[in-house]
């Protein structure tokens, strides 16, 4: 986890916007993904962006990448109740399937 | 499409037992398998990977090993269980189209106790 680093909290109202940031190490990075965890279950893939784009929009998702400072976003707009679960950053390389993973951002949503 | 199943899902042993977590995975063959542990507070640790039966490789030195007896089963051990053996543990597999994206079991919630 000390290649990718992120906030460990986030608290937003509902109908707002989320942004969760991440920041990694890795230079070679050729995928980068966003994980969601609900309490009590696994992961589940969110959405992922290759290393050549600035930017990928999923409905209410949208991921941006900055490659020079190795930054990388989620925006989740209209934020609901069910969006409170904890996020996750990874990042791997091309050569290999092994994922480096943050600490995890749990998003509170407060009425 | 692919499918991955972990057990248990709970499991609470005393220190010093011995533990066998098993994950199998469907509707592939021959899949790159992963052990992950999440820690309170800490990202996603990855334990061990294997790419092949009998072929395993660690990343961290543990208490903990691994086996790949068959293809399509990757299980996770102990002799003796720790207290800072204690956390969740999730097997991962990549999608075998595309390999960018890692599957991942329900984890199993380890309390050593």
């Known amino acids: 986890g000390e290649d990718v680093e992120q906030s460990l909290f986030l608290s937003v109202r509902e109908g707002d916007s989320s942004v969760i940031n991440c920041t990694y190490t890795?230079?070679?990075?050729?995928?980068l993904y966003w994980y969601k965890q609900e309490p009590g279950a696994g992961l589940q893939l969110l959405t992922y962006?290759?290393?050549?784009?600035d930017m990928k929009q999923d409905q209410r998702l949208t991921v941006l990448l900055n490659k020079k400072d190795k930054h990388l976003s989620l925006r989740i707009a209209d934020t609901q109740t069910g969006d409170s679960a904890i996020y996750f950053c990874?990042?791997?390389?091309?050569?290999?399937?092994?994922?480096?993973f943050g600490a995890g951002t749990t998003v509170t949503v407060r009425a | 499409s692919q499918t991955i199943h972990q057990w248990p899902a709970t499991l609470v042993q005393p220190v010093g037992s011995p533990l066998s977590l098993e994950c199998t995975v469907e509707?592939?063959?021959?899949?790159?398998l992963y052990w992950y542990r999440q820690a309170a507070g800490r990202g996603l640790q990855l334990l061990f990977y294997?790419?092949?039966?009998?072929?395993i490789s660690s990343e961290v030195p543990q208490n903990l090993s691994a086996s790949r007896p068959q293809d399509r089963q990757f299980i996770l051990s102990s002799k003796k269980l720790l207290l800072s053996d204690s956390g969740f543990y999730l097997c991962?597999?990549?999608?075998?189209?595309?390999?960018?994206?890692?599957?991942f079991g329900q984890g199993t919630r380890l309390t050593v106790v």
């Open positions: 990874a990042e791997g390389g091309s050569n290999d399937y092994k994922l480096s």
């Open positions: 890795d230079s070679s990075s050729t995928y």
């Open positions: 962006i290759f290393s050549n784009m």
């Open positions: 509707g592939t063959s021959n899949p790159n």
């Open positions: 294997s790419v092949g039966i009998g072929q």
């Open positions: 991962a597999s990549p999608t075998p189209a595309l390999n960018t994206e890692a599957f």
